[in-house]
């Protein structure tokens, strides 16, 4: 753990750089992370850098994708379910053949499905979720 004169070098270090470049950190969507710290420092840290302090377990956000250091559930993976539906819900059926719906599953859906299995074990209801989405896209031409 690093002390406090470590931290106050940091953010001088900080001050520095944003006094000579004009970049600031946007604090809003900053957050010290930290887990099994005292709470005295933590709290020290987060007023000397102006950010909000969060705990590690619960997890954080990275490019909109929740990541969290223990297992996911089914409740984790739902936002995915939901981007495929919005991708299958503006496509017309009565303008698709069925080739078309073919091809636009495979190109789009099953690749967005096939991207984040490769990445993550995803739970097997929420894959089934998805392949019953395809499937009725495909073959019903909707979503649901």
């Known amino acids: 753990m690093l002390c406090r ?3 106050a070098c940091i ?25 099994d710290v005292g709470l005295d420092i ?3 840290i987060s007023d000397l850098m102006g950010i909000t ?14 990541l969290k250091a223990k297992g996911y559930t089914t409740r984790d993976w739902q936002w995915l379910l939901e981007r495929i539906f ?21 190109s789009i859906l099953c690749q967005l499905s096939v991207y984040w ?7 097997s209801k929420i894959i089934k979720q998805m392949n019953k989405l395809i499937a009725n896209f495909l073959w019903g031409g909707q979503a649901y």
Do not use: C, M
């Open 86 to 106: 919005k991708k299958i819900a503006p496509w017309e059926y009565k303008f698709l053949s069925l080739v078309g719906r073919l091809i636009l599953a495979q």
């Open 11 to 35: 953010n001088d270090i900080l001050l520095r750089f944003q006094k000579a470049t004009g970049l600031f950190i946007n604090k809003e969507k900053s957050f010290l992370y930290h887990n």
């Open 53 to 66: 302090p969060q705990l590690l377990h619960q997890g954080f956000k990275y490019l909109g994708f929740s």
């Open 5 to 7: 004169a470590s931290w």
């Open 42 to 44: 933590v709290q020290w």
């Open 117 to 123: 299995t490769h990445i993550f074990y995803l739970p």
